[in-house]
Structures are given as structure tokens and as C-alpha cells.
């Protein structure tokens, strides 16, 4: 079958016209940007690529049945271990690097790191930086680790709880990047059958989903930099307004994504 007629062929199965492209640059090995200029090379559709169709029918998210997520122009290993990077997300990397702006050898912590995507990012970004990703789950760490051996960066991953930082030893961190499991367990429940195939710690935070940002604020003045450290979270819908009431963000600037919601609080250590 010619490339054109693949591409035909698999939009039965995907929503977007991109997911159609991801999906058939996987199956044939030709760059996602090039299919164009290759719609008359043939490709045959092997048993394998059938049963990652039969796998996309079946619900599961496209990252997950081709094992890669793009995120910030970085390609992510992704698997069941790891949250799929999400869009909104790049705008905490932005934060972070809008106020490194020209500075040099920074240490880096990164607060859940899942994938390491957030890491990968900043690592890539800027120059000699220092890193650490810490998260709850080791298999999450591995996939991480995958994820900065591919771009030949180096990283400390510490597999410890972020609701018990204070009794780490952590300190003297330029960069504090965060985006925490963010869901109530109420919006979990209620979620697309999408989001169960992704683990359930890396989504839900209990009853109001507010936990981590709570614990982790408090105590951001102890492992922040002097003279423009700074620390951003990434927030759900509607969070920046509840913390707010409850007396949190007072010295954070918010940023909103491209939907105008609240996404993103930054602090910075002056
Ligand atoms: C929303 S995901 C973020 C992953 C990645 N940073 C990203 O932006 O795509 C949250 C991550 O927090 C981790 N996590 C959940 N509870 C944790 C805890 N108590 N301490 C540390 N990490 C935790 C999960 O394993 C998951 O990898």
C-alpha cells in the first residue's frame, strides 16, 4: 500500500490529522515532517501495526502504544510508569526559564518528576546546569533515566516522598520546578477512561488536590536560592483562586495557558 493510502486507512482510528501522522512516522520510520514528500513509497502493514491499532481502538493512548511523547521539542520516552507529558506543561518550563535568563551553572530541582520531561528540558536549555528529579515511584525514576540518557544529560534521581521534604537533605536550588498529581479524587473518578490507563498517583492528590502545594510552599524558603532563586508550580483549573483563599501564592505571579486558565505560580527568592 502507497503512504497516501496508509494515511487514509488509519484515520478510522485516530480524532486528528497529527495522531494519524505520529502514528504512521512510527510504523514506517520516515520523520513526522517528511511523510508529505513520501506518499508514493509503499509500506506494508505488519502484524505488529495491527495490533497497535487494535490497541489505539481499544482506548489506549497513542504515547503509551508508540512509546513516545514530543514535549517542548524533546521526544519523551513514554510508558504506563509516567504520566503522558501534557502541552500546558511547557509553560512551566518556560517560567523557569525566562527568569534563568543568562545565567549560568544553576542547580536544579524538579519536584515529581515523572518522565523527566520538565528536566530534560531545563537540563537541555541551559548551560552546565545541575539537576535533581525526585519522585515517589522508582519506575517512574527509570523512565526518567531513560529520558536524560538519550539527550546525554545527567541528573541525580532520588526516589523519596515530596510530602516529606523537610526531612531530606536538599538545599541551595536555583530552579524549583513542580507539577504535582493535581486531581481531586472526585475529578479522578469522574475522568475519561483515557486518563485510567495513566497511574493514578501521578493524577490524584486527595480530597481537594491542593496537598502538595500546601506542603511544599511552606517550606520553598528553606531549599530556594537567595538573589533569584525562584520555584513555579503547574495548577489544575480553578486552584490558584482556592490556594489563594486560603492564603497561599501571596508573593507568586501567575500565568495563564493558552485556554486562560491559571496554570502557572512562580516565586522568586529576591
Ligand atoms: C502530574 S505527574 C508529573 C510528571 C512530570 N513532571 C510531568 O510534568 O509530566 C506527578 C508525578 O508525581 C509523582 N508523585 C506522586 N506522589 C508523590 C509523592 N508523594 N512524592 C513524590 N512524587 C510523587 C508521580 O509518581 C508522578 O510521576
Given at each position: 500500500?502507497?503512504?497516501?493510502?496508509?494515511?487514509?486507512?488509519?484515520?478510522?482510528?485516530?480524532?486528528?490529522?497529527?495522531?494519524?501522522?505520529?502514528?504512521?512516522?512510527?510504523?514506517?520510520?520516515?520523520?513526522?515532517?517528511?511523510?508529505?514528500?513520501?506518499?508514493?513509497?509503499?509500506?506494508?502493514?505488519?502484524?505488529?501495526?495491527?495490533?497497535?491499532?487494535?490497541?489505539?481502538?481499544?482506548?489506549?493512548?497513542?504515547?503509551?502504544?508508540?512509546?513516545?511523547?514530543?514535549?517542548?521539542?524533546?521526544?519523551?520516552?513514554?510508558?504506563?510508569?509516567?504520566?503522558?507529558?501534557?502541552?500546558?506543561?511547557?509553560?512551566l518550563?518556560?517560567k523557569a526559564l525566562e527568569t534563568a535568563a543568562g545565567r549560568k551553572n544553576l542547580r536544579i530541582l524538579d519536584i515529581?518528576?515523572?518522565?523527566?520531561?520538565?528536566?530534560?528540558?531545563l537540563l537541555?536549555?541551559l548551560e552546565n546546569a545541575e539537576g535533581v528529579?525526585l519522585?515517589?515511584?522508582?519506575?517512574?525514576?527509570?523512565?526518567?533515566?531513560?529520558?536524560?540518557?538519550?539527550?546525554?544529560?545527567?541528573?541525580e534521581?532520588?526516589?523519596?516522598?515530596a510530602?516529606?521534604i523537610d526531612?531530606l537533605d536538599l538545599s541551595n536550588f536555583d530552579i524549583i520546578t513542580c507539577?504535582?498529581?493535581?486531581?481531586?479524587?472526585?475529578?479522578?473518578?469522574?475522568?475519561?477512561?483515557?486518563?485510567?490507563?495513566?497511574?493514578?498517583?501521578?493524577?490524584?492528590?486527595?480530597?481537594?488536590?491542593?496537598?502538595?502545594y500546601?506542603k511544599l510552599m511552606d517550606m520553598i524558603p528553606n531549599i530556594c536560592n537567595k538573589n533569584s532563586g525562584s520555584a513555579h508550580f503547574?495548577?489544575?483549573?480553578?486552584?490558584?483562586?482556592?490556594?489563594?483563599?486560603?492564603?497561599y501564592c501571596e508573593d507568586y505571579s501567575v500565568t495563564?495557558?493558552?485556554?486562560?486558565?491559571?496554570?502557572v505560580i512562580s516565586w522568586i527568592n529576591l
Amino acid at each position: 500500500m502507497k503512504i497516501a493510502e496508509y494515511l487514509n486507512y488509519l484515520q478510522k482510528y485516530f480524532t486528528n490529522r497529527s495522531d494519524v501522522l505520529e502514528f504512521a512516522s512510527h510504523t514506517s520510520g520516515i520523520p513526522y515532517s517528511q511523510i508529505p514528500m513520501h506518499l508514493s513509497d509503499n509500506i506494508l502493514i505488519t502484524d505488529e501495526t495491527k495490533s497497535k491499532l487494535d490497541r489505539v481502538k481499544s482506548g489506549e493512548p497513542l504515547a503509551y502504544v508508540i512509546n513516545n511523547k514530543n514535549f517542548y521539542g524533546f521526544d519523551i520516552y513514554v510508558d504506563e510508569s509516567v504520566l503522558i507529558p501534557r502541552p500546558e506543561t511547557e509553560l512551566l518550563v518556560e517560567k523557569a526559564l525566562e527568569t534563568a535568563a543568562g545565567r549560568k551553572n544553576l542547580r536544579i530541582l524538579d519536584i515529581c518528576t515523572g518522565s523527566g520531561c520538565v528536566l530534560t528540558a531545563l537540563l537541555s536549555k541551559l548551560e552546565n546546569a545541575e539537576g535533581v528529579g525526585l519522585d515517589i515511584s522508582s519506575d517512574a525514576l527509570e523512565t526518567a533515566l531513560k529520558n536524560l540518557k538519550r539527550y546525554d544529560l545527567k541528573a541525580e534521581l532520588l526516589c523519596a516522598d515530596a510530602l516529606r521534604i523537610d526531612e531530606l537533605d536538599l538545599s541551595n536550588f536555583d530552579i524549583i520546578t513542580c507539577n504535582p498529581p493535581y486531581l481531586t479524587e472526585q475529578e479522578w473518578s469522574d475522568s475519561p477512561n483515557s486518563l485510567k490507563y495513566e497511574p493514578k498517583n501521578a493524577l490524584s492528590a486527595g480530597v481537594d488536590g491542593l496537598l502538595f502545594y500546601k506542603k511544599l510552599m511552606d517550606m520553598i524558603p528553606n531549599i530556594c536560592n537567595k538573589n533569584s532563586g525562584s520555584a513555579h508550580f503547574e495548577l489544575g483549573l480553578g486552584q490558584y483562586e482556592l490556594l489563594k483563599n486560603e492564603g497561599y501564592c501571596e508573593d507568586y505571579s501567575v500565568t495563564k495557558d493558552f485556554q486562560g486558565i491559571k496554570r502557572v505560580i512562580s516565586w522568586i527568592n529576591l
